[in-house]
C-alpha cells in the first residue's frame, strides 16, 4: 500500500515568488492535513481537508492557502514567500475526518527561501 | 491556549539503559494524547494514542502511560534503532487538529 506522497521534496525560492506544494494521500483517505515543522516551533498546524472542503485553519496568515481535489490529492499554496516561511511542510492523511487515532505523514517538502 | 512541554530537549542513552521522555500539557479539555517517532528527512510515525488517565500503551520497547497534567514514554533497554525524535501531541475536545510539542531527540549508543 503507498504511502502519502509529497511533491517536490526539496525546493528554493526567493522572497516575493510563490510555491505550490503537492500531497497524494493513502488510496481511500479522504483527508488532508498540512502542518508546518520548524526547528524553533515544532510541527504547526496549517488546515485540514475533507472531500474538498476545509474543515479547520490554523493561525496562519492568508498567504498560506490550500485546497483538495475530487481525487483527495491536495495542494497548498504560500504566495509573497518571507525568509520565515523556510520550513519542512508536512502533508498527513487519514481516513475520516478530524484526528481519531493514526495520522499518515509523508516525508515532507522542504523550502528555502531566499 | 493548549500548549504542550517536552523535556528533556535531547538525551543520549547506552544500549540497554533505560530512561522516560516526559510531555506535560494545558488542553481545556483533552480528547487525545498521541506519540509519533521522527526519522532525520521523515515524516512522524504513530506510535500511540491514550485518551483517558492512567491508561497505558505498549508497543515493543516503548510504553506510553497518561496522568491528567502529563505523559511519560518509557523505554525500556533501548537499542540504537531506537533513535529518533520523539514527538508528543494532543488533542483538545472538539478540535480537528494536532498541538505538537517540540519533540525530544532520543541518542542510543551502542
Known amino acids: 500500500k503507498a504511502g502519502v506522497t509529497q511533491t517536490p521534496r526539496y525546493l528554493i525560492k526567493t522572497r516575493g515568488q510563490q510555491v505550490t506544494l503537492s500531497c497524494s494521500p493513502i488510496?481511500?483517505?479522504?483527508?488532508v492535513s498540512w502542518y508546518q515543522q520548524t526547528p524553533g516551533q515544532g510541527l504547526q498546524f496549517l488546515f485540514e481537508?475533507?472531500?474538498?472542503?476545509?474543515?479547520n485553519k490554523g493561525n496562519f496568515p492568508g498567504r498560506f492557502s490550500g485546497r483538495q481535489f475530487s481525487n483527495s490529492r491536495s495542494e497548498m499554496n504560500v504566495s509573497t514567500l518571507e525568509l520565515g516561511d523556510s520550513a519542512l511542510y508536512l502533508c498527513?492523511?487519514?481516513?475520516?475526518?478530524?484526528?481519531?487515532?493514526?495520522?499518515?505523514f509523508g516525508e515532507g517538502s522542504r523550502l528555502t527561501v531566499l | 491556549e493548549d500548549q504542550v512541554t517536552q523535556s528533556p530537549e535531547a538525551l543520549r542513552l547506552q544500549e540497554g539503559e533505560s530512561s522516560s521522555l516526559n510531555c506535560s500539557y494545558t488542553v481545556s479539555g483533552l480528547r487525545g494524547l498521541f506519540w509519533y517517532r521522527q526519522d532525520p528527512g521523515k515524516g512522524p510515525e504513530f506510535l500511540f494514542t491514550?485518551?483517558?488517565a492512567g491508561e497505558e500503551k505498549e508497543k515493543e520497547r516503548l510504553k506510553a502511560t497518561l496522568t491528567k497534567k502529563e505523559s511519560f514514554l518509557h523505554i525500556t533497554a533501548p537499542k540504537p534503532e531506537d533513535s529518533a525524535t520523539y514527538l508528543c501531541a494532543v488533542q483538545e475536545r472538539g478540535a480537528n487538529n494536532l498541538f505538537f510539542g517540540t519533540g525530544t531527540r532520543l541518542t542510543v549508543i551502542p
Open positions: 491514550l485518551y483517558s
Open positions: 481537508y475533507f472531500s474538498e472542503t476545509q474543515r
Open positions: 498527513a492523511s487519514s481516513r475520516l475526518a478530524g484526528v481519531d487515532g493514526e495520522l499518515f
Open positions: 488510496s481511500g483517505h479522504r483527508s
